[in-house]
């Protein structure tokens, strides 16, 4: 809310929802942390302990990058994923981002910092 009151188009600063297809089941949640800024945009993405290892993260991740992408206003996509989240290591890897540096947020969790731009991704999933 804080977002939208400063501005911001709701399309970078609303939660969408991560849908089972099989049962119409919410299992997680996911989007944009603000708005673009240089080129570069920021998704995050949680699933419910019970729904992970099916591929919803990654079909998440997938459909914001599409979006961001979509957008014209943004060339690159970034996740931070704690360097001790196997699954999410492999959800961003398959979809084509690079790890870069590991950073340590205020909590003193390590977070790797990992990218795709738009070019290569484009490639590999054409429409």
Same mark, same amino acid.
């Not at 089972?20 to 919410?26: G, L």
């Not at 997938?62 to 961001?68: G, K, M, Q, T």
């Given at each position: 809310?804080?977002?939208?009151?400063?501005?911001?188009?709701?399309?970078?600063?609303?939660?969408?929802?991560?849908?089972?297809?099989?049962?119409?089941?919410?299992?997680?949640?996911?989007?944009?942390?603000?708005?673009? /800024?240089?080129?570069?945009?920021?998704?995050?993405?949680?699933?419910?302990?019970?729904?992970?290892?099916?591929?919803?993260?990654? /079909?998440?991740?997938?459909?914001?990058?599409?979006?961001?992408?979509?957008?014209?206003?943004?060339?690159?996509?970034?996740?931070?994923?704690?360097?001790?989240?196997?699954?999410?290591?492999?959800?961003?890897?398959?979809?084509?981002?690079?790890?870069?540096?590991?950073?340590?947020?205020?909590?003193?969790?390590?977070?790797?910092?990992?990218?795709?731009?738009?070019?290569?991704?484009?490639?590999?999933?054409?429409?």
């Amino acid at each position: 809310m804080r977002q939208l009151h400063k501005g911001a188009h709701p399309d970078w600063c609303s939660t969408f929802l991560i849908i089972r297809v099989s049962d119409s089941a919410v299992v997680g949640a996911c989007g944009f942390k603000d708005e673009p /800024a240089d080129g570069c945009v920021e998704i995050g993405y949680g699933v419910a302990p019970a729904c992970r290892k099916q591929g919803m993260a990654s /079909a998440a991740i997938s459909e914001l990058v599409r979006l961001a992408f979509a957008s014209g206003q943004v060339d690159a996509v970034l996740a931070q994923v704690n360097a001790d989240n196997v699954g999410s290591t492999r959800a961003v890897q398959s979809l084509g981002f690079t790890a870069h540096d590991t950073l340590i947020d205020d909590d003193g969790e390590p977070l790797v910092q990992w990218s795709v731009r738009r070019s290569p991704w484009e490639d590999a999933h054409p429409r």
